[in-house]
């Protein structure tokens, strides 16, 4: 007792020897602070060992019910009716009626912190009728003491049996030995959750259920599953190198790519520290690098990895720190190599660079730290409609065919870029000396001379066909769709050769033969076009593949599968990979 501690002790009251007294001073001395309550009535005792015994030893990580030998307090007898009760603000003890104990077991009951209920033994387990059920017990299943005190466990909770309990319940009334139900689904028509019970034997004719419901806990751990799993499934599906770290830098997990990237094995890196795969002139930046995730929540780096080769390539690692089952660190990987090769290509040959630059399929600007333009290549003037005498020595804020909101964009981008920050690739519109309106994807990029930017690689990539044709394609996709709701007779795709890989509509019903069986092979559609119908139609088809965009509607007779014969108009076009 004294080296638990305990949060409550209960002793029975009568008198004890001038030693046993002693003892019990010492006892209360060295609590304190923890309430003891005196017992006078055996029933009452009894009523908490068992309590003690049945519930608080394997449900509570901290109180303990302690009872003692018989004594008496001080020296003081307690009324014959009442029962004594000394707690840590009371120097002497207070005594309870009989009625006012009854209260304080009942409020005992209603607070263990979990339900608790009460059943009576009908027959030989046949059934469990309710005696009692505490306050919190009331509250999990929404009843009231009235609808289930003296009802049959069977009609308060008609799934009872579905779930198991009901069984539980037997088990423990003709063992005696007390029984954990895990964590288990209630479902009837009133009420729905998890629930995890322990039942034990309490009298020859009772038992009594401890339980809690942790339907949150059970939804917030699918919700958990749902997000790691859906994580999962994006790591390892990812294009990008990606690598999971703990806090403290051990890389947990990796992707296919990231094995690919730095040739080794999923398990020769799990385990190691991300700063071990550097050179050891890069590995400070790198725990940098993960003090700043840890404590603001993101960090980017460019620097260089060791591959299992011995070579080392350049990166830039983007990392996160994100949640769950407990804070990990997530990083990127991005091989900027051939990127820095470039780059570096182009500082040491003037001649290289110039090829490359004037070369290039992608437009080119290139202005200095104060934001003039000091050249640009020919794609860019060519897709700009302009000549290189309109550009040169401008600001760039004042460059023509790009208008105010772009402009702003711009701006803000190159202070970013001169302040050391990376820009993403975005998306600009602007207007060609003809007045066309073109759309493209701007990359820049700062280039440094002795760790000082000293110029603004700037690229544009028009990218305005590839979103008409986009937009062409939505617009068909859109139009096909209409038309698949819409039609009221047949659409198919196809081979010149009349073999068909889809059809949609009223084909069995216009030729007696199902979808699948054209679509298998069973059956051509040449094989029912009436034979005086077949050389005009192979005369079409020559001209819709030999005439680009053609469209040809035409009209013959099809056999049935049940010999009669029907009229068909259709008509048909030609893509470079099928007839539709």
């Not at 003892?23 to 309590?51: M, N």
């Not at 912190?113 to 017990?137: P, S, T």
């Not at 110029?455 to 544009?460: D, S, V």
């Not at 139609?537 to 599968?561: A, C, H, N």
Request: proline share 3%; hydrophobic share 40%.
């Amino acid at each position: 007792i004294f080296v638990e501690r305990p949060d409550l002790v209960v002793m029975k009251l009568p008198a004890l020897d001038p030693d046993d007294s002693m003892q019990v001073a010492e006892l209360l001395h060295s609590c304190q602070t923890v309430p003891v309550i005196f017992l006078r009535d055996k029933k009452e005792a009894d009523y908490f060992l068992k309590l003690n015994t049945v519930f608080l030893d394997d449900y509570l990580a901290a109180p303990r019910l302690y009872h003692l030998r018989a004594h008496t307090f001080g020296g003081a007898a307690a009324p014959e009716d009442h029962t004594a009760i000394v707690s840590h603000d009371a120097d002497e003890p207070y005594y309870l009626s009989s009625i006012e104990v009854t209260k304080l077991l009942k409020d005992i009951f209603d607070n263990l912190g979990m339900g608790m209920a009460v059943y009576k033994v009908e027959g030989n387990g046949d059934d469990f009728i309710f005696k009692d059920l505490n306050l919190i017990g009331r509250s999990i299943d929404k009843v009231t003491e009235e609808e289930v005190i003296g009802r049959s466990v069977l009609k308060v909770f008609p799934a009872v049996k579905k779930m198991g309990l009901f069984d539980v319940f037997r088990r423990v009334f003709a063992t005696g030995l007390p029984e954990k139900q895990t964590l288990t689904h209630y479902d009837d028509k009133r009420i729905s959750g998890y629930r995890e019970n322990y039942v034990c034997k309490f009298q020859a004719d009772e038992i009594v259920a401890f339980y809690s419901d942790l339907t949150d806990r059970k939804t917030a751990e699918e919700q958990l599953a749902f997000s790691e799993l859906r994580y999962r499934t994006l790591f390892e599906q990812s294009k990008s190198p990606i690598l999971l770290l703990k806090s403290n830098g051990d890389i947990f997990e990796v992707n296919n790519q990231a094995c690919g990237l730095l040739q080794y094995t999923a398990s020769e890196l799990t385990g190691q520290k991300l700063s071990g795969l550097a050179p050891r002139r890069e590995r400070t930046p790198l725990k940098k690098l993960l003090q700043t995730v840890n404590a603001e929540g993101s960090a980017q780096l460019r620097t260089r990895l060791l591959c299992n080769d011995g070579s080392e390539i350049d990166v830039e690692i983007n990392a996160k720190l994100i949640e769950l089952t407990r804070p990990m660190i997530h990083v990127v990987v991005r091989d900027i190599t051939t990127e820095n090769r470039l780059l570096e290509s182009m500082r040491r040959s003037e001649s290289l660079y110039r090829e490359l630059y004037q070369n290039s399929p992608n437009g080119i600007l290139l202005v200095d730290r104060e934001g003039v333009i000091l050249s640009v290549n020919t794609v860019f003037c060519k897709r700009f409609e302009r000549k290189e005498t309109d550009f040169l020595g401008l600001h760039f804020s004042r460059m023509p065919g790009i208008g105010a909101g772009e402009i702003s964009r711009l701006v803000t981008e190159y202070k970013n870029l001169v302040d050391g920050k990376k820009v993403a690739p975005f998306v600009i519109s602007y207007h060609t000396g003809g007045g066309t309106v073109r759309r493209a994807r701007l990359f820049s990029h700062a280039l440094l001379n002795d760790g000082e930017i000293e110029y603004i690689f700037i690229m544009i990539h028009d990218i305005t066909e590839q979103l008409l044709l986009l937009d062409s394609l939505q617009e068909v996709q859109h139009k096909y769709d209409a038309l698949l709701k819409s039609s009221g007779g047949v659409i198919f795709q196809g081979a010149v050769d009349f073999t068909f890989t889809f059809l949609h509509g009223e084909i069995e019903s216009l030729t007696g033969y199902t979808a699948p069986e054209f679509v298998k092979g069973k059956i051509r559609w040449d094989q029912l076009i009436f034979h005086e119908d077949i050389p005009p139609l192979k005369d079409s088809i020559k001209r819709i593949v030999t005439v680009p965009g053609v469209r040809v509607k035409r009209e013959y007779r099809i056999r049935r599968k049940n010999g009669s014969l029907a009229w068909i108009s259709e008509t048909v076009s030609y893509t470079h990979l099928r007839a539709h």
